[in-house]
Nanobody, 123 residues
Framework: QVQLVESGGGLVQAGDSLRLSCVAS????????MGWIRQAPGTENETVAAISWSSENTYYVDAVKGRFTISRDNAKNTVFLQMNSLKPEDTAVYSC????????????????WGQGTQVTVSS
């Protein structure tokens, strides 16, 4: 069993930065790939970024490449999403998830989800 708790969301202006954190409980954290998935009102879930258990492999959706960085600290059971140059279209609820796998086109299979944290970017 893995429990995930996100933090770091908020209301910012376009061009600002935020750093999301997701802390996991349970001793199996390092066995999972981790992902950040977002959902804006009226839209489908979108895989924003994902990272393998070793940090060797990552995925980013095209819309955030060059602006967002996913990282993890297995010793602290934490995954991060550094978001720079935020845009109004980044506004969404961001959830972290423990993934059994992810692929190069944003597909994934998740075993556990956090409750989500709201990110709102004003223009």
């Amino acid at each position: 069993q893995v429990q995930l708790v996100e933090s770091g969301g908020g209301l910012v202006q376009a061009g600002d930065s935020l750093r999301l954190s997701c802390v996991a409980s349970g001793r199996t954290f390092s066995r999972y790939a981790m992902g950040w998935i977002r959902q804006a009102p009226g839209t489908e879930n979108e895989t924003v970024a994902a990272i393998s258990w070793s940090s060797e492999n990552t995925y980013y959706v095209d819309a955030v490449k060059g602006r967002f960085t996913i990282s993890r600290d297995n010793a602290k059971n934490t995954v991060f999403l550094q978001m720079n140059s935020l845009k109004p279209e980044d506004t969404a609820v961001y959830s972290c998830a423990a993934l059994r796998w992810f692929n190069s086109v944003g597909g994934y299979a998740a075993d556990y989800w956090g409750q989500g944290t709201q990110v709102t970017v004003s223009s």
